[in-house]
């Protein structure tokens, strides 16, 4: 077997961020730090989802959920793609295979797909603290590259929708442990963790998608409330909910 000659190492410099980007990373991480230290539920990769008290409801409603899933998926090549309505996941996502079915988004209700799929909607109302909540649509091939969320003051959850097969091919990383959805089975994790997904397999992989308050103690809880709404009023949040309105009004 030929080799490629061997190359001198060579020495990174460590990365320069803008001024006002830098502050703002460093908030991130004191906040972050702050957060673990208050959590009422650990701080692992993955949790046990009987830790939430709301579980075992989303559980049950899974065919309900399902049933006006498949309602939307008829109209599959005109649901938007995930970039298309935020435009920072464009680093995860450029092609078509990653489309995205908003119910709320970062704690603004999108009322058209709301009434497409009420059911669903009172449901995931019903989740204390829910801050967001799509169907997340991964075609076949798809696979989606380590990433990190951008705070720990939410915690992720998946309800395992349409799990194609064999589903040992249809999976997520979080941190070193890799696990596979389940059909009417809750997944909760920590996204601040590097993760990444992959089905490589020959159908569409559909999970509920859920941002959800991280449990915290008194102190932790105030100050979580207060972070979530100045990035609820962020620029990029905001563009994203009007990309969803013009993604609506084109529809109809």
Known sequence: ?????????????????????AVGLWIIKKLERFIRRHSTVGNTPFFDPTLFEWAQMLESKWPVIVDELNAVLKNHDGIPNFQDISKDQVNLTQDDRWKTFFLHGYGYRMDGNCAK??????????????????????????????????????????????IPEPKANCRIQVGDEIRHWEPGNLMVFDDTYRHQVWNDTDGVRVVLFLDVHRPLDRVGNALNKCVLKLIQWSPFIQDARKNHKAWEKGLH
């Open 1 to 21: 077997m030929q080799t490629e000659p061997s190359k001198a190492p060579q020495k990174k410099g460590k990365r320069k961020h803008r001024p006002s980007v």
């Open 117 to 162: 799929c009420p059911q669903t909607a009172q449901i995931v109302e019903s989740i204390p603290g829910m801050f967001t909540a799509f169907f997340s649509i991964l075609s076949p091939g798809k696979h989606i590259p380590p990433h990190r969320g951008p705070y720990n003051g939410l915690l992720r959850a998946h309800l395992g929708l349409i």
